[in-house]
T-cell receptor, first 115, second 111 residues
Framework: DAGVTQSPTHLIKTRGQQVTLRCSPK?????VSWYQQALGQGPQFIFQ???????QRGNFPDRFSGHQFPNYSSELNVNALLLGDSALYLC??????????????FGPGTRLTVL | GDSVTQMEGPVTLSEEAFLTINCTYT??????LFWYVQYPGEGLQLLLK?????DKGSNKGFEATYRKETTSFHLEKGSVQVSDSAVYFC??????????FGDGTTLTVKP
């Protein structure tokens, strides 16, 4: 079992550009959540996808958007990048519709640097 | 909205010392509570969880009890090892699985 995988590992962009990050969930998991983790802070919830729809969203602007594919993999898109978007972006998957008792399994993250 | 407050670090202990990392939360309803750990160079992984009041989660010698009356989920270990050095995150999962994390506590254990 490969676990949760994310790509790319690192990414450098300039302000105003757009970026797409990718995530493949753990085998058997149908729910994917995305988090932003700034240096020295805990992960901040961006949104969660289940059955190809966004189910929950945190306090992030609509520059942050996502997508889930029929195979449960997911993408996170960020438009009009700002310096403050520099962070580690984590993907987590869980089974069973992502109910509150489910354990989330995290990927290694994508380190985004905005210059 | 939901929030998690955990003990500020860093925490430095000698091997075999007793560990407590405090965590308190604010949430509507009845959240599930989690401790995640991030070892150097690795990703976040679940350490333990509790899904209802008075439940005790335990793993690898670590324990935490879900205290609804004090809205707390403190992490404890009786005797820490050098290999326990890591960053520890307290988290809650609320309605429909929306998760909220604390800012993490860095633990360093010296031989």
């Amino acid at each position: 079992d490969a676990g949760v995988t994310q790509s790319p590992t690192h990414l450098i962009k300039t302000r105003g550009q757009q970026v797409t990050l990718r995530c493949s969930p753990k085998s058997g998991h149908d729910t994917v959540s995305w988090y932003q983790q700034a240096l020295g802070q805990g992960p901040q919830f961006i949104f969660q996808y289940y059955e190809e729809e966004e189910r929950q969203r945190g306090n992030f602007p609509d520059r942050f958007s996502g997508h889930q594919f029929p195979n449960y993999s997911s993408e996170l898109n960020v438009n009009a990048l700002l310096l403050g978007d520099s962070a580690l972006y984590l993907c987590a998957s869980s089974p069973g519709q992502g109910t509150l008792t489910d354990t989330q399994y995290f990927g290694p993250g994508t380190r985004l640097t905005v210059l | 909205g939901d929030s998690v407050t955990q003990m500020e670090g860093p925490v430095t202990l000698s091997e075999e010392a007793f560990l407590t990392i405090n965590c308190t939360y604010t949430a509507t309803g009845y959240p599930s509570l989690f401790w995640y750990v991030q070892y150097p160079g690795e990703g976040l992984q679940l350490l333990l969880k509790a899904t209802k009041a008075d439940d005790k989660g335990s793993n690898k010698g670590f324990e935490a009890t879900y205290r609804k009356e004090t809205t707390s989920f403190h992490l404890e270990k009786g005797s820490v090892q050098v290999s326990d050095s890591a960053v520890y995150f307290c988290a809650l999962s609320g309605r429909q699985g929306k998760s909220t994390f604390g800012d993490g506590t860095t633990l360093t254990v010296k031989p």
